[in-house]
């Protein structure tokens, strides 16, 4: 740099100029990432269509494997599938088998199924830019304190990065022009120490209630109303327990499974989490829940469903190998449906069990709810108190 020669305006602003427009190419490639495609549908789609329904798309190489389409009013859950019916994820595949998809669920937007005829206009549902669809109860108020905290940082981010730009200009070096050696400003400091300090007490204060919510008033098990079921993580699945038509667990009409939890909507899901190995972490995205996993201690969670649908179930601790395939699915259905589904499990479970001993009730997953029932758990802080608390 040539230090003794005054910069040219042109030469002040280049390196500003060159990062606003990084950021604008940026932006720009942010918003092709997440445009959504649209196309349209090759041949009708029927209102009596429902789940299973194979139906094409003119052009569907753009859509994801698995997710949401509307036509019209309706939103529909679709998944790609090939020529044998099978599903299709990503690469080499979707581009051999870009426009076959299957129904999974229509009218998941609570609109009413409705007959599409062919070529009507097909579009991508947009997953919102950070989040999926929210189905739990206080998942509203979670996602507006993450739109909060973006905010306050966001608009910190532009003011102390536009002062940065201005500084560059400003302070350019000038012929003649001696360095300032300085250090620091008292006041100054303390500003910039204090105002960060009052907006995280602030923020702390203001979502209490919340986590006190979330975190802390698991409903109990002897609550009426209360459904709830008994969760094992373990390298690489999540095991569940419900107690079957008589409503108590350890008795032979209990309802085990492996990477399918089933719950009703609308009624408060009391989950006790435990692990068998190292930590996991039960995470529900479209539930706004994410709890630990640890060995040792049972954990209650907690949530309440919007509506019915399925849903996933993710492990969001590394937990080693096996990690990113530690998924499941959780089916909400309507509180008849739900019914319905325990008398059907029951009775098949209190069928095979009957007569046998209580180390085979539960097939495969025996070891696993004769561990639960035999070992006791240190007293998990978030346990004991949390039941206590909503007892008082
Ligand atoms: Cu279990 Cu990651």
Redesign the pocket.
Known sequence: MAGNRAATPVQRLALPLVCMGAIVVLVYLMKLAFALPTTELDGGLEAADGAGTVFQLADGSHFPGEGKIRIGEEEISVQRIDAKGGKVQSGKDTVLNPNRFKVLERGVNGVAPANHAAGAAVSQVAKGLFFPENNSSFGDQVDELFYLILWITGIAFILTEGFFLYCIVAFWAKPGARSAYTHGNHRLEMVWTVIPAVILVALAVLQSGMWTEMKMSAPSATEPGVVTVQVV?K??EWNFRQAGSDGRFGTQDDIPSTGRLVVPVDTPIRIELRAQD????FFLPEFRVKQD?VPGLSVPVWFKAKRPGTFQIM??????L???R?GGTLEVKTKEAYAEWVATESTKWNGENDGTDRPDWYGVQAKIWWWWDSTPTSVGFTGESNDRKRKS
Request: proline share 0%; charged share 5%; with cysteine.
């Open positions: 993580a390298q690489f190292v930590l996991h972490s996993a492990c969001a601790e590394l937990c080693g096996g990690h990113s530690m």
